[in-house]
């Protein structure tokens, strides 16, 4: 395996961080299938799940904006490698943790971790890839990050059920720390980035950000995918549980809801770039939109839950084609503190998505999620259609 890696005329920079995004993807995967139900065993309410998840995604939106002068002084690719370490150690504290309290400070904890980890990683892959090629590279890396998030429901599911969910942020553990590994062996050779002079303005940086029209409908239509997992890996799995399916039932059903992103989001991402990518973003959250308003006027749970897998097509659709879209509209000089603002998008609706429906089930029942979730994809398909037209293999012509 090693001997392999350190062959570098095998792959390119962007396929070798493509293999070791699939091992962090996994890892991830098998945390997010049991997370709810791992809160769940503290708090016993599902609203309470929510809101508890809701605010680790609040300290992720200020880490978004606060530690940019950190993330712009230092090497992106030492940050990494050492987010992957930090994470391995996170997860075995949880696996031996018996306080909620505890809980809540490792949570807050891996969340600044993560933040500089998905900074850090976005801009790696940038800087890896020619801009012709950008949205190529963006697909492949969702699509290998995609099918480890297509096994870790595999694995989660039946594991948690034969033994408990502990074992599974070991397994998880295992997953960053072989990534790290893989990391280290296969030399990729990132050229190291760093700003000489660290922009700490942090509000002025947000406003630079949403004063550009462009930059703000990028932000807008980038969050349609946390709400939709937000929603489907938190909420789903305890309406599952209620309804009395077993947590390996809930593990497969997560599986068939990344499935589509496997199959169609590489292909998705170059349609997008020759469309230029307005007409894709419409249609991909129409598509969602279509199937919650299906499920509202369903009862049968079976039908509930097929439409929502036919609903990650259209998040198949945007996912990484809303990243490459940011890049190839983002002045060159300003991605690093600009790419930090964006990336708050991925908190803030995924805050929207816990919040707006730990709210609904507290006061209606839980099929009125479907309708106000239906009304949010239906802004993001609004918003699609007023982005400029922009493509990146066009310009490069």
Excluded at 227 to 253: C, D, K, N, Q
Aim: hydrophobic residues 55%; contains cysteine.
């Amino acid at each position: 395996m090693i001997h392999i890696l350190k062959k570098r005329h095998h792959f390119s920079k962007v396929s070798k961080l493509s293999l070791i995004v699939l091992l962090v993807a996994i890892s991830l995967s098998l945390i997010d299938t049991i997370w709810a139900i791992y809160l769940y065993q503290f708090v016993k309410n599902g609203s309470l799940v929510g809101f508890t998840s809701a605010l680790f995604t609040i300290a992720s939106l200020f880490g978004f904006i606060f530690l940019i002068p950190f993330i712009e002084k230092h090497d992106k690719a030492r940050l990494y490698e050492v987010t992957l370490f930090l994470t391995g150690i996170c997860y075995i504290l949880f696996a031996i943790n018996p306080n909620f309290w505890i809980i809540l400070l490792l949570g807050l904890i891996i969340t600044l971790i993560t933040v500089i980890r998905i900074d850090s990683f976005g801009i790696i892959v940038h800087d890896a890839s020619k801009k012709q090629e950008l949205a190529k590279n963006e697909g492949l890396v969702y699509t290998l990050s995609n099918f480890g998030w297509l096994i870790g429901p595999l694995i989660a599911g039946p594991l948690s059920e034969r033994f408990n969910v502990s074992i599974i942020f070991i397994i998880s553990a295992f997953f960053v720390f072989a990534a790290l590994l893989s990391y280290k062996v296969m030399h990729i050779g990132l050229k190291k980035r760093v700003v000489k002079k660290p922009n700490g303005h942090f509000f002025k940086n947000v406003k630079s950000f949403f004063k550009n029209k462009d930059l703000l409908k990028t932000y807008i239509i980038s969050g349609n995918g946390s709400v939709w997992w937000a929603f489907t890996f938190i909420y789903i799995p305890l309406y599952m549980l209620e309804r009395g399916f077993s947590i390996s039932h809930i593990g497969y059903f997560l599986f068939l809801m990344v499935l589509p992103l496997i199959l169609f989001e590489y292909v998705f991402t170059e349609y997008a770039d020759k469309l230029k990518y307005s007409k894709m973003f419409i249609v991909g959250n129409i598509i969602p939109a279509v199937v919650l308003i299906s499920c509202f006027f369903i009862d049968n749970i079976y039908a509930q839950l097929g439409l929502l897998v036919l609903g990650s097509v259209g998040i198949a659709m945007t996912e990484s084609s809303s990243e490459a879209y940011f890049f190839l509209i983002s002045p060159k000089r300003h991605i690093e503190r600009y790419y930090s603002v964006y990336n708050t998008a991925l908190d803030v609706f995924s805050f929207i998505g816990k919040v707006v429906v730990a709210s609904i089930i507290l006061v209606f029942a839980f099929k009125f999620t479907f309708i106000f979730l239906a009304l949010i994809f239906l802004l993001f398909a609004l918003v699609s259609s007023i982005m400029k037209p922009v493509s990146g293999s066009l310009k490069n012509k």
